[in-house]
């Protein structure tokens, strides 16, 4: 138990049935040098005070639940070190999400803008089952890997000032998911989605904070899906004028 | 906590049950830590809208003739002009180096039509050589090199 340290939390705190605004409350707690700001969380909910909520799952940054502002930066608190910080540590709800209680944001704003992108491949015509598989190369894979490791922890959407002033922009991991599939060799809805990231709110939106690729836990690199995909739609809008490629609609 | 976002930025198109706390912007936005370079590269927009004016000027001088062409160079040795084109030539070098050095690379799709992207690593040298080609070229002619 020696190496037990005494470090300050400033954590947000929010009742939706008591109070009008968040407040901030301070906690004193023993921590061990090995602890993430996820075990932090939990020993104060455990430990000290079980009315504090967050959200949190699998503990090793594969189900992105835990993303919350740490010392005002949108991090991943199960992969977040509390040594990296002195001996006070502010933890907050991700900004601009509005919040249900604590550090816990609403999420059904995200998730329609996730739905709004078609994030599955779309087919003109789907292949019998006994026509196979759509087979796809190692190089078709490459082109769009990177952007299918997004784990939507919304730590971009977080970061973004652009998602805090215009509430109807799509917002980085749903466009680089959008793109994502725009890519994928099995895919033919990019007329779909391109039209999509053409409307207002889409792509354009975006004005290059490039926030969202410095702080994805993942490095998926949103800010070059989103701009990419402004190439590709108006690339896609010029082709319209001239050819009609094979396309779901 | 940072100053309020939109009211209903991330929000459902249809309210929740629960009351909800309502949103706020990233703490250090806008013009602290690590929103500096972005707002300083947005704020440079301004150096291109005067600029673009400035041109216009430069043609209507032409255009009109001798005499107020060489007006026109008169009042740019004012040094008021010659500040604003100190402070215009770091924005614009601001400016291209965010963009040709950190946005142009990544903003490339994977393919072009029929061709693939380069490797992103020969992006920045193939950069900074046409860059320095550039300005080596825009030397010469302002030197006189060329007849």
């Known amino acids: 138990m020696s190496d037990l340290r005494k470090k300050t939390f400033v954590i947000t705190r929010f009742d939706p049935d008591k109070d009008e605004v968040p407040k901030t409350q301070t906690y004193q707690i023993p921590v061990r040098p090995d602890w993430k700001v996820l075990d932090a969380l939990n020993f104060i909910k455990d430990e000290v005070d079980g009315t504090l909520s967050h959200r949190w799952s699998c503990r090793m940054a594969v189900c992105g639940s835990c993303g919350m502002t740490v010392n005002g930066e949108p991090k991943l608190t199960c992969k977040t070190a509390l040594s990296d910080y002195g001996d006070t540590v502010a933890v907050g709800p991700l900004s601009n999400f509005p919040v249900i209680r604590d550090l816990v944001v609403e999420l059904e704003g995200f998730m329609e803008k996730f739905k709004a992108v078609k994030p599955w491949i779309l087919r003109a015509k789907e292949k019998a089952p006994e026509e196979g598989v759509y087979r796809q190369s190692p190089e078709q894979l490459e082109a769009f890997k990177q952007f299918s490791m997004c784990i939507n922890c919304m730590l971009c959407y977080a970061a973004c000032p652009v998602v805090g002033n215009e509430p109807d922009y799509l917002g980085p991991a749903a466009i680089a998911l959008g793109h994502r599939y725009n890519l994928d060799s099995r895919d033919e809805g990019d007329a779909e989605r391109n039209q999509v990231f053409r409307e207002e709110g889409g792509v354009y939106s975006c004005s290059y904070a490039n926030e969202c690729s410095e702080v994805c836990p993942k490095n998926v690199d949103p800010a070059a899906a989103i701009n990419q995909a402004k190439f590709l739609a108006v690339v896609d809008w010029a082709k319209s004028f001239v050819s009609s490629p094979p396309r779901r609609k | ?147």
């Open chain 2, 1 to 147: 906590m940072g100053r309020p976002a939109d009211p209903l930025a991330m929000s459902p198109s249809r309210p929740g049950r629960t009351r909800t706390a309502p949103p706020v912007m990233p703490a250090e936005f806008p013009a602290q830590g690590r929103y500096r370079s972005y707002m300083l590269f947005g704020a440079c927009c301004v150096f291109f809208l005067l600029s673009s004016l400035l041109v216009l000027r430069v043609v209507d001088a032409l255009a009109t003739g001798p005499d107020a062409w060489d007006e026109l160079l008169r009042q740019f040795r004012h040094p008021l002009y010659l500040a604003y084109n100190v402070a215009a030539l770091a924005g614009f070098v601001f400016t291209a180096r965010r963009f040709l050095f950190q946005l142009f690379a990544k903003s490339q799709p994977p393919r072009i039509g029929p061709f693939p992207r380069p490797p992103l690593a020969v992006f920045p040298p193939v950069l900074g050589a046409a860059w320095l080609a550039a300005t080596a070229l825009l030397f010469c002619i302002l030197w006189g090199a060329f007849p």
